[in-house]
C-alpha cells in the first residue's frame, strides 16, 4: 500500500454529502452497514470492481465493519469507530480513495450522517477516471442514493427501539 494511503488526510479532498436521520447512533451504524453490502454486494458491484482492478473485490469479514478486517467490493474498512465513524479505503488502477462516514449527534433522536471523499487519479487515465466519476455526476448520485438507503433503513419503525 503506497503511503499517501496510509494516511487519509494526505489524499485530496473531493466533496462530503450529509443528510440527517431520526434514529439513534447505533441504528445508523448498522443501516450503513447493511446499506454498503447492499450496494457494493451485488453482482454488477463485484464485476466493476474487477474490471478496474480493485485490491478488494470481494465481500468478506465481520458486519457491521471491523477495522482491518472487513472487505466490500472495492473497498477494506481501516476505521471502525462502532456508532461513530468508518473509513473505508481503496485502490485501483486509475484511482486511490477513502470513504469516511462520520455519525454527529444532531439532537435527541437524531444523527447527522456525513460521508466525506478523498482520492487521487495519477497519469493521464486517472484523469479520464476523474472526468467520468466526478465530471459526470455519477459519485455525487451514488453517493446520495446510498445515504438516502442508510436513512430509510434506518428510520423504519421495526428497527426502533422500544423505550
Known amino acids: 500500500m503506497d503511503a499517501p494511503m496510509r494516511r487519509r488526510g494526505q489524499l485530496p479532498f473531493v466533496d462530503e454529502h450529509t443528510i440527517l436521520i431520526e434514529a ?23 464485476r466493476y470492481a474487477k474490471l478496474v ?4 473485490h470481494t465481500a468478506s469479514g465481520p458486519r457491521p465493519p471491523v477495522e482491518g478486517s472487513t472487505t466490500f467490493p472495492g473497498f ?7 456508532a461513530r465513524e ?18 454527529d449527534a444532531a439532537g435527541p433522536g437524531r444523527i447527522r450522517l ?8 495519477p497519469g493521464p487515465a486517472g484523469g479520464l477516471y476523474r472526468l467520468l466519476a466526478l465530471g459526470t455526476g455519477m459519485h455525487v448520485k451514488l453517493t446520495r442514493r446510498l445515504l438516502t438507503t442508510v436513512r430509510r433503513q434506518a428510520e423504519r419503525p421495526w428497527r426502533k427501539s422500544s423505550a
Open 24 to 46: 439513534d447512533a447505533e441504528e445508523v451504524w448498522w443501516a450503513l452497514a447493511e446499506a454498503l453490502d447492499w450496494a457494493f454486494s451485488r453482482p454488477g458491484a463485484v
Open 53 to 56: 482492478g480493485c485490491a478488494d
Open 76 to 82: 477494506r474498512a481501516v476505521t471502525a469507530i462502532p
Open 86 to 103: 468508518l473509513t473505508l479505503l481503496g485502490r485501483h488502477r486509475f484511482s486511490s480513495y477513502t470513504w469516511t462516514f462520520r455519525l
Open 114 to 121: 456525513r460521508a466525506e471523499t478523498r482520492a487521487t487519479f
